[in-house]
């Protein structure tokens, strides 16, 4: 085991060294695992003490001198369950200040990987959507090739409807995309650009994914429902 993979847990570098030369080599003092590592004897026993207030080792006084064993390492996720219980009620705490501030008409956008995942996100929570475009090079599902599938399967869940309009060559893959959800697919000539919008809780969604990703989204109702109008004129005109 390397002590790198204790840091992804939320441990620092030193922490993560002198827990796993515990748990290799049990039952050892501090001034034994401070030669071991090389590191000053006062430091090892600050670590010491550190990780025992996250659960993670125990000691036994032997004679005068405190020896150390590690402890249930389930502690380690203990820990991220308490901090992401924090995390959640921080999240709701920030929600509150948000609605208490917002505004009814607002622009947001989303930039890079990041902010395109941050918009799905904002997308998920809708209950039906109307889209037009993903007619020329689908980006978009290069960019969130590893996040893709449970979007989807998120997606299905919540049993959210959609109509969609796309290019002809992209419509078999936009079915494959959506195989057991209820959303529509036509499709119409000529439209070739990437670049596309997408209407959701009174909200436009503008969006692309070439070179860098970029989102732009309108929250505003007047201007959703316009553009809704568009839509259905397009849904219409196009091919089923």
Wanted: with cysteine; charged share 30%.
């Amino acid at each position: 085991m390397k002590a790198s993979m204790l840091v992804e847990f939320g441990l620092s570098e030193n922490q993560a060294r002198v827990y796993l030369e515990i748990i290799q080599s049990p039952g050892r003092s501090g001034s034994n695992i401070s030669k071991s590592l090389s590191i000053d004897r006062s430091f090892v026993y600050d670590i010491i003490n550190s990780l025992i207030n996250k659960g993670l080792v125990s000691y036994v006084v032997n004679g005068k001198i405190k020896v150390f064993y590690p402890s249930d390492p389930e502690n380690l996720i203990k820990e991220i369950d308490e901090k992401k219980i924090k995390a959640l009620n921080l999240i709701e705490e920030i929600k509150k200040l948000q609605e208490k501030n917002k505004s009814e008409n607002e622009v947001k956008v989303y930039e890079g990987k990041a902010g395109l995942k941050a918009y799905v996100r904002e997308f998920l929570d809708c209950d039906n959507f109307y889209t037009l475009g993903g007619g020329g090079t689908l980006n978009i599902l290069e960019v969130l090739k590893y996040d893709y599938p449970n979007y989807i399967k998120e997606f299905e869940q919540k049993k959210i409807k959609g109509s969609l309009i796309t290019s002809e060559k992209n419509k078999k893959i936009m079915g494959s995309i959506y195989p057991k959800s209820s959303v529509k697919i036509r499709n119409l000539e000529h439209l070739d650009s990437s670049v596309s919008f997408s209407i959701f809780n009174n909200k436009l969604a503008i969006y692309s994914a070439e070179e860098k990703p970029f989102v732009l989204i309108i929250n505003n109702k007047e201007i959703s429902s316009s553009l809704k109008n568009y839509f259905d004129h397009l849904w219409k005109q196009a091919k089923k």
